[in-house]
């Protein structure tokens, strides 16, 4: 019985060793944080300071809001659409699961002013230069023919490259509905 308790002892002493390491771990790492300090949030508006103005030709804007890839969350494209077309937009909704090409063909059919992309999924970095490249081979230029605008879950550091790929802007969760209908007629003019 005697050589019983010495072995449950030594178990017992090896994890109050362990937890006492880990503790200074912990501790080591939160004083790290506390020297390197964290970076200044993005500003969305910052980046896209400089959107293009689109110049078009009739009176009423044609928005086309799409959903790409796999993601099957929709709630937000379609309060999106709904509010476009009471701010008096012709819209566009392409449905759940479609591809770049699908995307892009429904935009050149329909002529459309505003390209608006939902990407909840965190494949933007694939998806929206795919939609742009393939707009690009239809001879359609992001930003001059169509403006290119996007939403959903978007971290800051990809908001530079989203920019470059020629996005004009992007709408992380909790932008107001109004601000987004307030961009796309600021930045959609009719010409003359």
Aim: net charge positive.
């Amino acid at each position: 019985m005697a050589k019983k308790k010495i072995k449950k002892s030594k178990v017992a002493k090896k994890k109050v060793v362990k937890k006492s390491t880990v503790k200074k771990k912990t501790t080591q790492k939160s004083a790290v944080k506390k020297k390197v300090g964290f970076k200044k949030k993005i500003d969305v508006k910052e980046v896209f300071s400089s959107s293009p103005v689109l110049k078009k030709e009739g009176a009423q804007i044609r928005v086309l809001v799409g959903k790409a890839g796999l993601d099957g969350h929709d709630r937000g494209a379609k309060i999106i659409a709904r509010a476009c077309r009471d701010a008096g937009f012709e819209v566009v909704y392409t449905g759940l699961h479609q591809t770049p090409d699908m995307i892009v063909n429904t935009a050149i059919q329909e002529d459309v002013d505003v390209l608006g992309l939902s990407i909840l999924s965190g494949a933007h970095n694939y998806l929206v230069p795919e939609v742009i490249k393939k707009l690009k081979d239809q001879g359609v230029k992001a930003g001059e023919d169509i403006l290119v605008i996007i939403g959903g879950i978007i971290p800051g550091t990809d908001f530079q490259s989203l920019k470059k790929a020629g996005v004009s802007m992007v709408f992380t969760p909790g932008t107001s509905v109004d601000s987004i209908i307030e961009f796309i007629r600021t930045h959609v003019k009719p010409k003359g």
